[in-house]
């Protein structure tokens, strides 16, 4: 491969693999023209926090709906049009006053993708993967979630087989508002444990 002079910021070795590897697969017909432009735009696009954010609000606004998110996520997901890759089995577990739920992959990154895209690097990096076991509350602390001695803190291990959601508590004062201008109160954050509303 010649070198192009004209191009300052050349790919890297990874770039020219992943890009050798991609054009490999689609010339044997492994994968369809464009399909990993496609995949790329829907992670870019369609497939982030906002539908983890539109569960959420309509948990809020629907405990029917609630009860069955609780109990089977997977499913109760799926009625909104989520699913698909890393999101096989999804546990949707809810704070309350006195209940704290965050959400960690000990092992690598494993991360509810369809609900909330793909995970922020602090997510993947070993610090929080080692010290969202070992200590929770001050990490949460520093990361700008005190917690209260009283309340109690259940960290949840992803993995392969099971991904999960934390259900934010509804904030206090948004009695008046609907399923919709709830959906934009919801972060990303606050869906993993690392946050409350
Ligand atoms: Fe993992």
């Known amino acids: 491969m010649s070198e192009d002079h004209h191009n300052p910021t050349p790919p890297s070795p990874i770039e020219q693999r992943v890009a050798a590897l991609e054009e490999l697969l689609t010339e044997r017909g492994y ?5 990993i432009e496609d995949v790329n735009r ?15 609000a309509r948990a809020w606004t629907d405990p029917e709906y609630k009860a069955r998110l609780l109990t089977d996520g997977t499913a109760a997901i799926a009625e909104l049009g989520f699913g698909g890759p890393e999101g096989h089995y999804m546990k949707v577990v809810e704070n309350t006053a006195d209940v704290h739920n965050v959400v960690v992959c000990t092992l690598c990154s494993c991360y509810p993708w369809p609900v909330l895209g793909l995970p922020p690097k602090w997510y993947k990096d070993a610090p929080y993967r080692s010290r969202m076991v070992r200590e929770p509350r001050a990490l ?18 992803s993995s392969a087989d099971a991904r999960y959601l934390v259900l934010p508590a509804r904030p206090g004062g948004t009695e008046g508002l609907s399923e919709d201008e709830l959906v934009g109160l919801v972060t990303r954050d606050s869906m993993i444990g690392v946050a409350r509303l």
């Open 42 to 56: 829907a992670y870019e696009n369609d497939i982030g926090p906002m539908n983890g954010a539109k569960v959420v």
């Open 31 to 35: 994968v369809p023209e464009g399909f």
């Open 140 to 157: 949460l602390a520093e990361m700008g979630c005190p917690l209260d001695d009283d309340v109690e803190i259940r960290v949840w291990d």
